[in-house]
């Protein structure tokens, strides 16, 4: 008696190569979007500065106070 074949799964994924030769876009579209990202990007600076800040001053804060001993720092018997 023969034992029935397993049916054969899918074929490979062959990914088809693709080259992008041109991109047609509109000047003003493309200037509008610049314009766009550029506004986008004060409220993303502004976010960014004042959680640097928040970091920088937690380390100026925490950096101080060992160096005057209040955590047992190298300074603590000054």
Known sequence: MTMPQAPAGPAPYQPTPITVTAIDVPFTRLVAFFFKAALAAIPAFI????ILNLVGALFFWGFGAWRHGYFGGPFGWL
Request: charge should be neutral; aromatic fraction near 0%; hydrophobic fraction near 100%.
């Open 47 to 50: 976010a960014v500065a004042l």
